[in-house]
Structures are given as C-alpha cells and as structure tokens.
C-alpha cells in the first residue's frame, strides 16, 4: 500500500493485505513502482508513484480486482505494466513480477481486452476468435473446432455468427469475439481495460453477467479497469482506489461476493451501501487533487 497518507481527508477506506500461499508466487506483485514519462524534459509527468499491491495466486478460483479512480490516476498505467506493453513498460522504478517473474515484455500468460474494439476487419467472427491459436501453429480443423467452442460461450451463434465480419456486428457483440478470442489461449491472467465503457447501460449488465459467468469456469486472475463504480463493486472480490497527482493507491477494499445477477445485486442494500462510500471517496480524492 503506497502513500495512504496522502488522503487522509479520504475516509473509511479499508487497507487490506492479501495474503500469497507461502509455496505460490503471488499472480501479480508491485513493489514500489513508479513510471515517469518524459524524464529530463520539460514534458516530465509522474503517472503513478510508489505504487505497491499483491493479488494472490488463488487455486481453483482466481480472483477479480476492480481498479478505480479518477482521470489521469494510472489506472491503465498500472495495467500496461502487467501487460509488459511499451511505452508503459518498464517501470522507471520498482518491480512489477507475474506469477514470481518479472515481467520482461507481453507473454503467453496474460491476455488484454481493451475498450476499443480490436478485431481484425478483414477476418471473421471465427477467424478472430481462433487468431491466437493459427499463431501458436495449431492445426486449422482444431482451432476452428476450438474457436467455434468459444463463440458460443461467449452468447454468439457458432454457426451464424461465424462467418460474419467485423463491421457486421453490434459494439457488444465485437467485445465478446475479443474476450473470446483472449480466453481461447487460457490466459492466468486477464486484463480488462474499460471493456464495457463504450456500451449501452443494458448490454453492459450483460456483459458483467457474462464475465463473471466466464471467469468462474476459467478460473483465472482479473484485473479490471473501471471508471464506473456500480461497475467496480459488482466485479470486484476487491477495489483498488486510485488517486492522482501522482497517481498512487489510495485505498484496497474487500467486496462482499455478488451471488446474483447485476440488476438483481444493484438492488440489495448491500450494494448501494458500498458504491455510495465509493462515490464520496472518489469525490474526496477529486476535491484533493484541485486543492493541491
């Protein structure tokens, strides 16, 4: 945890230390990571400071960690670095190690889902899906077989929408081909950056239902990047909250464990409790920031 201090205006924010197995390396570990753009120029910006966290390797079951905050706090920052994307990565300072190894670039073991929608235009629905699998060499009557699987996981017609392109599919229809096409390589972790943030507010319920349903089967680690806090809290086994100016972490809340549907858990008490202690926080790190 790095720099809670900072907020101290912030209230009931919960400091919670997640506890690695001692024979497993942790899925994801920080270790005072600090990324600075622009070193020595007059463009010099501090996107995140000091930034420390673990997320357990947790067996049989994964976990989902929601990342929320305002604009401009590193919460994608944070991502990239897992991800081992340039120009985020490498850190300036710290470490950032997946599954006890440093992170060196992208790798087999994480997979990325981001908002814009990055299918290829020319390839279709099950070209797309099964793109990962044709660059790993597997043969084409498998990796069909495979991708046609996993288009109809994800809620899509495996003989109907395969065969369809890019430009002929809804904004949520292409998002579930991308997490499709990401969890067909069976990622340990997932990194999800605003995935949802471009839908209508009914498909992205549905989206929601449809990762945690995914999740629970593949068992994998999630991290998540949300600007939307009904959003973090559903999703979330925990929130990262995220402040600016540097961005750092400001606060590490445990979620109770949604056992319903998204428009069902955002009408038990439980849940609006949580999203309006979130509300006032993110408002209290905002009002911080433009007081400095």
Not at 144 to 168: C, F, M, N, S
């Amino acid at each position: 945890m790095s720099d809670v201090s900072d907020v101290s205006d912030v209230s009931d924010v919960s400091d919670v230390s997640d506890v690695t197995p001692a024979d497993r390396p942790a899925a994801v570990d920080f270790r005072g990571v600090t990324k600075i753009y622009g070193r020595s120029t007059p463009r010099e910006y501090t996107a995140i400071k000091d930034v420390s966290f673990t997320i357990a390797d947790l067996p049989d079951h994964g976990e989902i960690s929601s990342f929320l905050g305002p604009s401009g706090c590193g919460k994608s920052t944070v991502l990239r670095l897992v991800a081992g994307l340039e120009p985020q990565h490498p850190p300036t300072s710290g470490t950032v190690t997946v599954l006890g190894r440093e992170v060196v670039g992208p790798g087999a073991d994480r997979g990325m889902v981001f908002q814009d929608y990055t299918s290829f235009d020319n390839r279709t629905v099950l070209d797309n899906v099964a793109f990962g699998l044709e660059c790993r060499g597997v043969s084409r009557r498998q990796r069909e077989a495979e991708g046609r699987e996993w288009i109809e996981r994800v809620g899509l017609d495996p003989v109907r929408d395969a065969t369809k392109y890019p430009h002929e599919l809804s904004g949520g229809m292409r998002q579930r081909v991308a997490i499709a096409r990401t969890l067909i390589l069976r990622p340990r972790i997932i990194l999800m950056d605003e995935p949802f943030g471009a839908l209508d507010p009914a498909t992205r319920l549905d989206m929601q239902d449809l990762l945690v349903k995914l999740w629970r089967e593949v068992q994998a680690t999630v991290l998540f990047v949300t600007h939307s806090v009904e959003e973090a809290v559903y999703l979330g086994d925990r929130v990262f909250v995220m402040a600016t100016t540097p961005g750092r972490i400001a606060g590490d809340i445990r979620m109770p464990a949604a056992a319903a549907p998204a428009r069902e858990t955002q009408l038990e008490p439980w849940f609006h409790e949580q999203v309006q202690q979130l509300h006032e926080q993110i408002e209290k790190i905002e009002s911080a920031a433009h007081h400095r």
